[in-house]
């Protein structure tokens, strides 16, 4: 017998028809071997605090770019995740509930050395721990926070399985954004996502925040080139205005490894521009799109400048 998320991810397979050759990528998605003198304190200030960073794990193209501008995005709640997604990099598993309880002021003492204005934190899903990582989520703004006074914190959560309680943990600790990814379209949803997400989940997640903090500015960002239409991607834009989402930003998905999902196409800088001037006339407030635009990319800008 066929599982429930079996079928679903069979029926969307031959709805949108995957290409599965290889794609040779366009000279806009060129980039840098990660080198420099920024790079490198970066990485020894992270190794030093046995930290984690979404950069690495993720295998971001920008890493070059951000790290030598002394920007990166820390990924805390471990290196392993518990949900397996077809489009990303991180390692998944079951990490058995463990946690490392000086996370937290690791963290926080990194961003000082780092001398920061402004932090991303991301972090693994951890359907393992009873409130999923929650309340280390929040422990760790906190301690950003009472050692770093005046830093503003971005914090990409994930889902918390919708757990309204969950979700106000991170709230309560008052950083400047949240941001939740829908990651791809609604039609796509069951064949590029874990199981355990749903697209309406992910919109409500965004909404919750807003429910909770109206002064919290909200975030998500969506990949292109999974097998999309152009529809599609006008109707989550539009999903995501009608959730009152404050910043979306929008990227080319680049397959980390052969056997993640292909990529079915590279969209054009031109085609990125159009997505953008789409999004901000719908009433979007900040929109970042661009081939190698990703969650947190230059993320400080809006608020910083």
């Not at 934190?121 to 422990?139: C, E, F, I, K, N």
């Not at 949240?178 to 409500?204: A, M, Q, W």
């Not at 109206?214 to 006008?234: A, H, N, P």
Request: charged content about 30%; proline content about 5%.
């Amino acid at each position: 017998m066929v599982s429930p998320n079996k079928s679903n991810i069979k029926k969307s397979a031959e709805l949108i028809q995957i290409t599965k050759r290889y794609l040779k990528k366009p000279e806009w998605l060129k980039i840098k071997v990660p080198s420099g003198d920024g790079f490198k304190e970066v990485f020894k200030i992270l190794k030093s605090h046995h930290l984690s960073t979404v950069c690495k794990e993720a295998r971001c193209p920008n890493i070059n770019d951000c790290w030598n501008r002394r920007q990166a995005t820390i990924m805390i709640l471990g290196k392993v995740c518990t949900r397996a997604c077809r489009f990303c990099a991180v390692k998944t598993g079951n990490p058995g509930g463990v946690l490392n309880p000086e996370e937290p002021e690791n963290v926080a003492e990194a961003v000082k050395e780092l001398k920061l204005r402004y932090v991303v934190l991301t972090s693994v899903d951890r359907d393992d721990l009873p409130d999923h990582g929650s309340g280390h989520y929040a422990r760790t703004i906190k301690s950003i926070k009472n050692k770093n006074p005046g830093v503003l914190i971005e914090a990409l959560i994930p889902d918390f399985s919708g757990n309204k309680s969950f979700i106000k943990k991170v709230v309560d600790t008052k950083p400047k954004v949240i941001g939740h990814n829908l990651e791809t379209v609604k039609k796509l949803t069951p064949l590029i996502r874990d199981r355990r997400f749903s697209y309406e989940k992910s919109l409500n997640v965004l909404r919750t925040v807003k429910e909770l903090d109206r002064k919290i500015y909200t975030k998500s960002g969506i990949m292109l080139g999974l097998g999309e239409e152009k529809d599609q991607v006008i109707q989550t834009l539009q999903d995501l205005r009608d959730a009152q989402v404050d910043i979306v930003t929008l990227g080319q998905y680049l397959q980390p490894t052969r056997r993640h999902h292909p990529v079915q196409k590279y969209y054009t800088p031109q085609e990125f521009e159009f997505f953008k001037k789409f999004a901000e006339d719908m009433g979007i407030r900040y929109v970042i799109s661009g081939p190698l635009v990703r969650s947190s990319y230059h993320a400080e800008e809006i608020f910083l400048e």
